[in-house]
């Protein structure tokens, strides 16, 4: 069985951190991957802001399994060095909340790009990143996203390739490699030895809407026994997306693309529902 830990996007519950911590208590849910709280995306806290939701954390025992940062979501074009600035706060961050994990993308590509072709150029502002994660002691987890550089199994790899290290390692996320039309067994063979990180989260090919773990094309169900078989020991994070939540359009570069509107749930019961349909997934032997 996987020797695992589950964590979550509790935004997604409510942005009210006493609703958010209510649902994980409820479901003794102790680790939550910190987006956002109070509609505010952590690379934006102030330390005062983040000191007040740690203690809050910690008064209900309740852990930071990784940042989830945006870090990574600007085109290339866009000011790095500014961004860079926002980096080294979020590195500040993770500290505080006592996390060497930090979720980071490989930059937006520009409509009518020849991805390929920009290559060089992701790997030196990546590189930038990740020397600076390794003088400070953090890992970069790179999660595969829709419209970015590593957006398919083969780009990722290819960036691992070149940059793997104990301070840039995988986060895997299944319904984003169905949304770009990927196989997801395919690529989690790909990417195997660099995953660090699991998201859970699954889709379906035919309209790239999010579903219940174990209901969609993602083959979260067989990747999940195949991580036990090779004993993963880390991070299963649940990232609903089976309601529309505050800010998933900011997510979602500007509209959104994935998640059902007509959906029945609320932040809470979506969450719980999700944790269920993983629960009923794991690995028993």
Do not use: W
């Amino acid at each position: 069985m996987l020797n695992i830990r589950i964590s979550g996007f509790a935004d997604e519950i409510s942005p009210d951190l006493d609703k958010q911590i209510a649902v994980l208590n409820a479901l003794d849910i102790r680790y939550m991957e910190l987006r956002s709280v109070d509609k505010i995306n952590v690379s934006d806290f102030t330390p005062e802001f983040a000191k007040k939701v740690k203690a809050k954390l910690d008064a209900n025992g309740i852990s930071v399994s990784a940042i989830g940062s945006p870090i990574g979501k600007i085109k290339l074009s866009e000011d790095f060095d500014a961004h860079f600035e926002k980096f080294k706060h979020v590195v500040e961050l993770a500290k505080l909340f006592g996390t060497r994990y930090i979720r980071i993308f490989s930059f937006y590509m520009e409509e009518g790009d020849d991805v390929d072709s920009r290559f060089d150029e992701v790997v030196s502002k990546l590189g930038k990143l990740i020397a600076y994660a390794k003088e400070q002691d953090v890992v970069l987890l790179h999660e595969n996203e829709k419209k970015i550089f590593g957006d398919t199994p083969e780009r990722c790899a290819r960036l691992f390739d070149s940059l793997y290290c104990e301070s840039f390692k995988c986060t895997f996320d299944p319904a984003n490699f169905v949304q770009c039309g990927a196989d997801t067994l395919k690529a989690y063979g790909l990417l195997e030895k660099y995953l660090h990180y699991m998201h859970i989260k699954d889709a379906r090919y035919s309209d790239s809407i999010v579903v219940p773990p174990g209901t969609g094309d993602g083959n979260v169900k067989a990747i999940l026994e195949r991580l036990s078989a090779k004993g993963y020991s880390g991070f299963l994070s649940l990232e609903p997306h089976l309601k529309v939540f505050e800010g998933l359009a900011a997510l979602e570069n500007g509209k959104n693309e994935s998640v059902n509107e007509n959906s029945t749930f609320d932040g809470p019961s979506a969450y719980k529902h999700a944790f269920e349909s993983l629960v009923k997934i794991l690995p028993i032997s």
